[in-house]
């Protein structure tokens, strides 16, 4: 058992990049707000993942329209690729959606989710339905409309196939589907005891031109969004510019553009109109017989704005506050308005005031049962007359009815202690497990949200003029970093200790013991107890030191299991409990660290899956070429390979010969431009008898190719199988792939998940063999999965299996195939 020590408190945080700032608002901001207030009209963006939304249009119906804008995201993303690191599913899933919400920062919209899963691509919306269940995610896009309620709706897909991937499809098919369906009482009635029925007046398809595919038309209604905004500073090109390159997961940084920008939209159903989307609706306050006065009201307050003293129309924001609290709850969107506009009322009367709150914690994780200690700060920054009236912590108040003097900071501390009953942190959707097409969200009222609310919060119970407002603002963590400044990260509510698992499967070729390392962290001080586990049939395990006892907060201890496979154990999983004497404690924790997004974290059942298999190999050293980012590497070193990664420096040496095989990472070639420069060496190391097996590469926009690749020319195209159980068929049964040193069969290419390949070979030189041929249902055959050539006295193998998620997933065949291509014999 080995005891590790964090070096120091201050040195864990700053593994923490983002920059964090309360956030300003300045006076060309409140100008765009106060003219904001004067319209109540809405629209619903809709499409299937993270990146499908219009990056321009958002904002200019947010900005130049002042319209409530939104954006309905079926899926979080999951599937998707990853450009900046080795995050699959889950993970990759909270990172996209992330960073969806930072570009709503940038454009002002707002952000909601169904429950549907990314499962990867679909070729077709049947298949997608299949494995969502349509109803399911139906009901969700009815909630959203139901709660939202949008004046117009629009899509970013057509409902024919066009958009190219069946989720693309499924999400117009589904706007369309529910834009009536959520009018109808007798659709998802359930939903109707927290909301009611709502018909938006419209739906519009928002026709594109790319991929070389134009599906606008003159006759089409056609909109310039590429106007500029004097209090932004800048125009909507530039803006979409900004929001689009949050997307950085998925490569999608983009140039800023300037100038006439037109999009087009095609009607779909609802009120017909020819010049625009919001022809012929009211988006003012007069739609509503009881607040046609309220548009004179706003711009008299516009009208007295000073943007050197904006404190001078506080008194007519408290007056219009109070004009809005007084309206009447019985019109069901008269009641949506009054919510939505009394927070945009709130928001200037803090701006305009110059009032900044903030309350955060001594220590970035809390425990449920433990003490929390927190700091709040006020400070009156312009000369209003505002009281403090209270503070509200957690589950406790303190009085102080205070009077905010001019530009004077206020601070209190307080200690008190977090209930036993609150939750750990987790993202929602994530608490339960799931299916491969749709999220366990049992309660109603988390449905669409974009995420999780604030751990905990600080209310502040103030009155401006005579107007009580309570004002709650998240508890958050705070530091100083010396290069980057003030840091904030969210407060995290953590279990006493959590264990963790250095891989998701643990792969046995033959039924030595191996051991596997257990990595228990303390979150608080003071933490003892012993590690417990329960394993598949067949497997038995053993331990020196189970028991541990961890003195300050941030200690961990690794502990040792030595884990034995029988020979007719059966794979299953190894699940892994820490017992203290208050309680048993099983999650994990996967923490995910990027500059542009907030520190996220995912809590997960401690568990890993264990894989006995059948495999024998060949050669023991192995060159890795790192690409986007993967675990084929790790997943090597398991089975017994001496995996060495070939940094730049070690290519630029050129020693290579002692490589039995080198294997590039996914997407290497569009990644690493070096690799142009490496490309003769590369082709002298397999001329002189080493196998070189290059995993997937794209070659478009977002990833073109910067190198040559093999040794005779082929192409990288677009064609994909996505049905995981397509049948695959082996073009060369005597092939040495399939017999050296491991005998594949057709059960080899059973239990693979998501997809079998992407991007594969095409236009491939006669010098090549095809090896497999597979397509998915009702699509001709493909042989450019896997094809390889030898060349001098080795080989050049190029795939687009999917074995960067086959292997770390434990898939025997899998590994059993890509044994066999690292093995491929010499030649004469």
């Known amino acids: 058992m080995k005891r590790l020590f964090t070096l120091s408190f201050s040195f864990v945080l700053l593994a923490h990049v983002l920059t964090a700032q309360t956030p300003v608002t300045s006076s060309s901001d409140i100008l765009q707000k106060l003219n904001k207030l004067n319209t109540v009209g809405s629209v619903l963006y809709i499409a299937a993942h993270p990146d499908d939304e219009n990056t321009r249009l958002l904002p200019y119906l947010t900005y130049e329209r002042k319209l409530r804008t939104a954006y309905l995201s079926l899926t979080r993303g999951d599937g998707g690729q990853n450009l900046i690191g080795k995050e699959q599913g889950e993970p990759l899933g909270l990172i996209r959606t992330q960073e969806l919400l930072a570009a709503r920062r940038i454009d002002g919209a707002g952000q909601f989710f169904s429950r549907a899963n990314d499962f990867g691509f679909s070729k077709n919306p049947d298949e997608t339905f299949a494995i969502w269940n349509k109803d399911s995610i139906l009901a969700d896009v009815v909630w959203v409309i139901r709660t939202f309620k949008p004046d117009v709706i629009i899509t970013r897909f057509p409902t024919t196939g066009e958009g190219g991937h069946g989720h693309h499809t499924a999400s117009a098919l589904l706007a369309v589907e529910a834009f009536s369906a959520a009018a109808d009482p007798k659709h998802f009635p359930e939903q109707l005891k927290y909301t009611e029925v709502w018909q938006a007046k419209r739906i519009f398809w928002n026709t594109f031109n790319f991929n070389n ?60 109109v020819k010049t625009d989307v919001f022809e012929n609706s009211n988006t003012t306050w007069s739609r509503f017989s009881s607040t046609s006065k309220f548009t004179s009201t706003i711009n008299k307050i516009i009208a007295k704005f000073d943007p050197l003293h904006p404190e001078v129309i506080i008194p007519d924001l408290v007056t219009f506050y109070k004009q809005i609290q007084a309206l009447d709850e019985n019109d069901p969107l008269i009641r949506c308005w009054k919510k939505e506009k009394l927070k945009e009322a709130e928001s200037l009367l803090l701006a305009c005031s110059g009032l ?13 049962g433990n003490d929390i200690a927190t700091t709040v700060q006020i400070v009156n920054r312009n000369k209003n007359i505002i009281t403090l009236n209270s503070i509200r912590y957690i589950n406790q108040d303190t009085t102080l009815a205070l009077a905010l003097k001019a530009n004077e900071l206020y601070t209190y501390k307080h200690i008190g202690k977090l209930p036993e009953s609150f939750a750990y942190s987790n993202p929602y959707w994530l608490n339960e497990k799931h299916s491969s097409g749709l999220y366990s969200v049992h309660d109603q009222l988390l449905v669409g949200k974009a995420e999780n609310d604030a751990a905990a919060n600080v209310t502040f119970n103030l009155t401006i003029q005579d107007l009580s407002l309570s004002i709650n603002k998240p508890l958050v963590y705070k530091y100083t970093d010396p290069v980057k400044g003030e840091i904030y990260r969210p407060l995290e509510i953590l279990p006493p200790v959590t264990v963790n698992l250095t891989e998701k499967a643990y792969v046995f070729k033959d039924t030595l013991v191996k051991s596997i390392p257990f990595v228990v962290k303390a979150n608080r001080a003071n933490v003892a107890g012993t590690l417990q586990w329960s394993l598949p049939q067949g497997w038995t395990a053993t331990c020196t030191h189970p028991d541990f006892k961890l003195n300050a907060k941030g200690d961990e201890v690794l502990i040792d299991v030595l884990v034995h496979p029988s020979s007719n154990s059966s794979n299953g999983k190894i699940t892994v409990a820490i017992r203290t004497e208050q309680e048993t404690l099983t999650k994990s924790i996967t923490r995910l660290e990027y500059d542009h997004i907030p520190y996220q974290f995912i809590l997960s059942d401690a568990e890993a899956n264990l894989v006995h298999l059948n495999l024998k190999t060949s050669g023991q050293h192995i060159g890795y070429i790192p690409g986007a ?17 070939l940094t730049d420096d070690l290519l630029d040496k050129g020693k290579l010969s002692e490589y039995d ?18 490309y003769n060496s590369l082709v002298e190391y397999v001329k002189q008898g080493g196998n070189l097996i290059v995993q997937y590469n794209t070659n478009n926009r977002i990833g073109p190719l910067l190198a040559k690749i093999g040794p005779y020319p082929f192409t990288i195209s677009r064609e994909r199988v996505t049905n995981e159980q397509a049948e695959v068929r082996i073009l060369k049964p005597q092939h040495p792939a399939f017999h050296i040193p491991n005998e594949i069969h057709a059960d080899d290419f059973d239990n693979w998940i998501q997809e079998r390949g992407i991007y594969f070979a095409a236009d491939i030189d006669k010098q090549y063999e095809t090896l497999l041929s597979l ?27 999917v074995f960067f998620r086959e292997l770390p997933a434990g898939v025997p065949g899998a590994y059993r195939l890509f044994v066999n291509l690292l093995s491929l014999p010499k030649h004469p």
């Open 213 to 272: 595919v134009n599906l606008t038309s003159e006759d089409q209604i056609k909109l310039d969004i590429g106007g500029f905004n004097p209090l932004l500073g800048k125009s909507y090109g530039e803006l979409a510019s900004e929001n689009r390159s949050m997307h950085k997961s998925q490569g999608f940084g983009t140039a800023k553009t300037r100038g006439q920008t037109f999009e087009y939209f095609k009607q779909l159903a609802g009120d017909p």
């Open 356 to 368: 900044w709150m903030e309350a955060y914690a001594t220590d970035y994780i809390a425990i449920p």
């Open 629 to 645: 980012g993967d675990d084929v590497a790790a997943c090597l070193k398991q089975v017994g390979y001496q995996v060495t990664i």
């Open 661 to 678: 095989a080198i294997v590039t990472g996914i997407r290497a070639y569009n990644t690493n431009d070096r690799l142009q420069v490496y």
């Open 775 to 801: 397509n998915d249902p009702n699509e001709k055959a493909n042989e450019g999965s896997l094809i390889v050539t030898p060349y001098g006295k080795g080989n050049f193998v190029y795939t687009g299996l």
